[in-house]
């Protein structure tokens, strides 16, 4: 240009039109148009000039390509035009075929989808048509049971009706592996009855494992409708916490120590699991004792002892922690509760909850308080309600706020109706933190939400990795829906002055159920998670989560007394039918995401994972979706609760089972770190040792000389 520019001004002349620098790609086109051209021109000159026959013109078309594909490949010219249009070329075929690739892959979802809704309705009438009018009844009343024990009996009575009594009986089966479990119960009981501590620690090591011989799958407590697997499975469960209470017993009991120096002829009376009681050590000290078998014993009780607590450190960090996580779903978010009633009232409430958009509020409320005031808030039915107001906007207030706006509801409401769940309703305790929530009530919280952006990763607010983040802020950033809420900045608070103020960086957060509803992986990595409980109220998910074989509390009504765990929902052809389906539309779903034709965040919407180890999902009414948005009222509030505990109260069986192993080897494992830190706090000679199993020793002889009494009094 500045060239052009200098030549006007020399002559005096405005530049030629061929002068002016043609853009790249039409200087592109034109050059490989002539080319073309010139080509087409030489094969008629010389075809016109040779005046040849047909024979001949063959032969001059080939002459005239290599100098073709020359001029519009291999030149250096054509290279350096290629360069730049070919990306041009892939951006424009990509905004240009995107739309008619998406338009295509949706209609045929769209087909897959009025097939798969049309095999569902089927299915289900099949259901209706063969049950009984006792079954029909028992079902009913398992609906509206007020209670665990209650729903229990009507559960056990469904079982009878149906003969599970002989699948449970029935230990054959290829779903776990049988032989092992049934020969680790004998050996431990072998263990037990020889007084083999090194038996028993043999056995239980090959149990250290979550999924121990399969007995963890899902088909074993999906034949029933309490959810309780085969006979031999409970035997298994409850043989390993007996073995687990009696090796603890076994290195600690103080009337062990003294039964085997009896036998072995010495005197440890007062040794106490490789500690010694100074109120019998007067009588230590006037018997005729053999040094030696009590060293012996305190040798064997020390090994006990380390390799007990060895192996129940193991096994604990093997088995990780139990997580709570709570999905999204708007107003249906009140299910959450019913199903946190259910697991408290059974003592199967996680120390670990996260939450999701609406779930977040559950966990929040959780994790805020103590055990007196979740008894106290978490059944009173009208407080509850009284609080859950996050839609009181009227129609017209969320549309004049939508156009002023461009959203349906004020933030800064929401802010304030959900410090009554964070438990910051109290100006002693404002703006708590989840650092002050997890010193508060020992419980560790977790919120999911996703930074702004089509490609932006999940972040998981918690005590460790979020400490002074305001907990009501994380509650309105979980749930900012885009149109429904604005996307907002994490308030943090000054642990010293207790300032809030925005977040260093001022990153903008939007819902975590866009990316990860069901946050398994990232609880995996924060809090070692191996066992996740997921409670899923999404409205769009819920239908979806369809199991052939049936689950727990709900299994196949086609299955035979003696197979319960093989049988198929509506059959073998109907199933496989179902599961094409659903996995050919969740495939399709994924390649779009993949190539990238989603707008926006749509794409992760519904291809993330939204289940857990254990999925608790409610029974969805038609009603139920036009509710989305609005309030829990009398009538609703009930029910809500009353459909969240009640399903929540089939899986409690393998919950039972999960929890039984794990708390009680972290309960040994810290009763053995306990017992192991009082004995290196005295005598004050412990300390000079590096040892534990020297400072053992070193008691021994403290505590068996004759000089006794002279040292009692240091």
């Given at each position: 240009?500045?060239?052009?520019?200098?030549?006007?001004?020399?002559?005096?002349?405005?530049?030629?039109?061929?002068?002016?620098?043609?853009?790249?790609?039409?200087?592109?086109?034109?050059?490989?148009?002539?080319?073309?051209?010139?080509?087409?021109?030489?094969?008629?000159?010389?075809?016109?000039?040779?005046?040849?026959?047909?024979?001949?013109?063959?032969?001059?078309?080939?002459?005239?390509?290599?100098?073709?594909?020359?001029?519009?490949?291999?030149?250096?010219?054509?290279?350096?035009?290629?360069?730049?249009?070919?990306?041009?070329?892939?951006?424009?075929?990509?905004?240009?075929?995107?739309?008619?690739?998406?338009?295509?892959?949706?209609?045929?979802?769209?087909?897959?989808?009025?097939?798969?809704?049309?095999?569902?309705?089927?299915?289900?009438?099949?259901?209706?048509?063969?049950?009984?009018?006792?079954h029909r009844e028992l079902r009913r009343a398992l609906a509206y049971a007020p209670d665990y024990a209650s729903w229990l009996d009507c559960?056990?009575?469904?079982?009878?009706?149906?003969?599970?009594?002989?699948?449970?009986?029935?230990?054959?089966?290829?779903?776990?592996?049988?032989?092992?479990?049934?020969?680790?119960?004998?050996?431990?009981?072998?263990?037990?009855?020889n007084r083999d501590w090194r038996a028993v620690v043999i056995a239980l090591r090959l149990c250290s494992r979550p999924n121990v011989a399969?007995?963890?799958?899902?088909?074993?407590?999906?034949?029933?409708?309490?959810?309780?697997?085969?006979?031999?499975?409970?035997?298994?469960?409850?043989?390993?916490?007996?073995?687990?209470?009696?090796?603890?017993?076994?290195?600690?009991?103080?009337?062990?120590?003294?039964?085997?120096?009896?036998?072995?002829?010495?005197?440890?009376?007062?040794?106490?699991?490789?500690?010694?009681?100074?109120?019998?050590?007067?009588?230590?000290?006037?018997?005729?004792?053999?040094?030696?078998?009590?060293?012996?014993?305190?040798?064997?009780?020390?090994?006990?002892?380390?390799?007990?607590?060895?192996?129940?450190?193991?096994?604990?960090?093997?088995?990780?922690?139990?997580?709570?996580?709570?999905?999204?779903?708007?107003?249906?978010?009140?299910?959450?509760?019913?199903?946190?009633?259910?697991?408290?009232?059974?003592?199967?409430?996680?120390?670990?909850?996260?939450?999701?958009?609406?779930?977040?509020?559950?966990?929040?409320?959780?994790?805020?308080?103590?055990?007196?005031?979740?008894?106290?808030?978490?059944?009173?039915?009208?407080?509850?309600?009284?609080?859950?107001?996050?839609?009181?906007?009227?129609?017209?207030?969320?549309?004049?706020?939508?156009?002023?706006?461009?959203?349906?509801?004020?933030?800064?409401?929401?802010?304030?109706?959900?410090?009554?769940?964070?438990?910051?309703?109290?100006?002693?305790?404002?703006?708590?933190?989840?650092?002050?929530?997890?010193?508060?009530?020992?419980?560790?919280?977790?919120?999911?939400?996703?930074?702004?952006?089509?490609?932006?990763?999940?972040?998981?607010?918690?005590?460790?990795?979020?400490?002074?983040?305001?907990?009501?802020?994380?509650?309105?950033?979980?749930?900012?829906?885009?149109?429904?809420?604005?996307?907002?900045?994490?308030?943090?608070?000054?642990?010293?002055?207790?300032?809030?103020?925005?977040?260093?960086?001022?990153?903008?957060?939007?819902?975590?159920?866009?990316?990860?509803?069901?946050?398994?992986?990232?609880?995996?990595?924060?809090?070692?998670?191996?066992?996740?409980?997921?409670?899923?109220?999404?409205?769009?998910?819920?239908?979806?989560?369809?199991?052939?074989?049936?689950?727990?509390?709900?299994?196949?009504?086609?299955?035979?007394?003696?197979?319960?765990?093989?049988?198929?929902?509506?059959?073998?052809?109907?199933?496989?039918?179902?599961?094409?389906?659903?996995?050919?539309?969740?495939?399709?779903?994924?390649?779009?995401?993949?190539?990238?034709?989603?707008?926006?965040?749509?794409?992760?919407?519904?291809?993330?994972?939204?289940?857990?180890?254990?999925?608790?999902?409610?029974?969805?009414?038609?009603?139920?979706?036009?509710?989305?948005?609005?309030?829990?009222?009398?009538?609703?509030?009930?029910?809500?609760?009353?459909?969240?505990?009640?399903?929540?109260?089939?899986?409690?069986?393998?919950?039972?089972?999960?929890?039984?192993?794990?708390?009680?080897?972290?309960?040994?494992?810290?009763?053995?770190?306990?017992?192991?830190?009082?004995?290196?706090?005295?005598?004050?000679?412990?300390?000079?040792?590096?040892?534990?199993?020297?400072?053992?020793?070193?008691?021994?002889?403290?505590?068996?000389?004759?000089?006794?009494?002279?040292?009692?009094?240091?």
């Amino acid at each position: 240009m500045a060239a052009a520019a200098a030549a006007a001004g020399s002559n005096g002349k405005a530049p030629a039109a061929s002068a002016v620098k043609k853009p790249a790609y039409m200087r592109g086109f034109l050059y490989y148009a002539t080319t073309a051209s010139n080509s087409a021109v030489a094969v008629a000159v010389m075809a016109a000039l040779y005046r040849v026959r047909a024979g001949w013109l063959p032969w001059t078309v080939c002459a005239c390509v290599p100098h073709a594909i020359y001029s519009c490949i291999l030149s250096p010219r054509s290279r350096s035009l290629a360069v730049t249009m070919v990306p041009r070329f892939n951006r424009f075929s990509y905004h240009v075929m995107r739309w008619p690739l998406l338009a295509l892959v949706y209609s045929i979802v769209g087909l897959e989808l009025v097939l798969y809704v049309a095999l569902r309705v089927v299915v289900r009438a099949m259901e209706m048509a063969i049950a009984t009018p006792a079954h029909r009844e028992l079902r009913r009343a398992l609906a509206y049971a007020p209670d665990y024990a209650s729903w229990l009996d009507c559960a056990r009575a469904l079982d009878a009706s149906k003969g599970v009594a002989l699948w449970q009986a029935d230990l054959r089966s290829t779903r776990y592996n049988w032989p092992f479990v049934k020969g680790t119960i004998a050996r431990l009981r072998e263990g037990r009855a020889n007084r083999d501590w090194r038996a028993v620690v043999i056995a239980l090591r090959l149990c250290s494992r979550p999924n121990v011989a399969g007995i963890m799958a899902p088909q074993l407590f999906s034949a029933t409708h309490t959810g309780e697997p085969k006979t031999v499975v409970t035997d298994f469960v409850e043989e390993i916490a007996a073995s687990i209470q009696w090796l603890t017993k076994f290195a600690l009991d103080e009337q062990v120590v003294r039964r085997e120096s009896d036998e072995n002829g010495g005197d440890a009376a007062g040794v106490v699991g490789g500690f010694l009681d100074p109120s019998s050590s007067s009588s230590t000290s006037s018997s005729s004792s053999s040094p030696l078998s009590t060293e012996v014993i305190i040798e064997d009780r020390f090994s006990c002892f380390q390799t007990s607590r060895e192996l129940f450190a193991a096994a604990r960090e093997s088995y990780g922690r139990t997580v709570l996580s709570l999905s999204g779903g708007g107003a249906l978010g009140t299910y959450h509760f019913g199903v946190v009633r259910a697991l408290w009232s059974e003592d199967l409430l996680p120390d670990t909850v996260c939450g999701t958009s609406a779930g977040a509020i559950v966990a929040a409320f959780i994790c805020t308080r103590n055990d007196v005031e979740i008894e106290r808030d978490l059944m009173d039915d009208d407080a509850l309600r009284t609080h859950l107001v996050c839609f009181d906007q009227s129609p017209l207030e969320c549309v004049v706020h939508l156009f002023r706006n461009g959203v349906l509801y004020d933030k800064d409401r929401w802010l304030e109706t959900s410090r009554w769940f964070a438990n910051d309703s109290d100006a002693s305790i404002r703006n708590i933190t989840f650092l002050e929530a997890f010193q508060r009530s020992g419980r560790r919280l977790a919120i999911t939400v996703c930074a702004k952006g089509k490609r932006a990763p999940p972040v998981l607010l918690t005590h460790l990795t979020s400490p002074h983040v305001v907990i009501a802020s994380a509650l309105v950033a979980t749930a900012g829906v885009p149109g429904l809420i604005k996307p907002s900045v994490l308030l943090e608070k000054d642990p010293e002055t207790g300032e809030v103020s925005p977040q260093a960086g001022g990153e903008i957060y939007i819902d975590g159920s866009i990316v990860h509803d069901i946050p398994t992986v990232g609880l995996k990595e924060a809090f070692n998670a191996r066992f996740v409980v997921a409670s899923q109220v999404n409205p769009h998910i819920v239908p979806m989560l369809y199991h052939t074989h049936g689950s727990a509390g709900d299994p196949s009504r086609w299955s035979s007394p003696r197979r319960s765990e093989d049988a198929w929902r509506g059959g073998f052809v109907v199933a496989a039918a179902e599961l094409f389906l659903r996995n050919d539309m969740r495939a399709k779903l994924e390649f779009l995401r993949e190539v990238d034709a989603t707008p926006g965040w749509t794409g992760r919407l519904l291809t993330q994972n939204f289940e857990g180890s254990v999925t608790i999902t409610p029974a969805l009414r038609v009603r139920d979706y036009f509710e989305l948005f609005k309030n829990p009222d009398v009538q609703s509030m009930p029910r809500f609760l009353r459909e969240g505990y009640v399903r929540a109260s089939p899986p409690i069986k393998k919950l039972q089972r999960a929890a039984r192993r794990s708390r009680r080897r972290s309960m040994r494992h810290n009763e053995l770190r306990t017992r192991e830190e009082a004995a290196v706090a005295t005598p004050r000679e412990c300390f000079a040792t590096s040892s534990i199993k020297h400072a053992y020793k070193r008691r021994v002889r403290w505590f068996s000389g004759d000089d006794y009494a002279s040292r009692a009094s240091l």
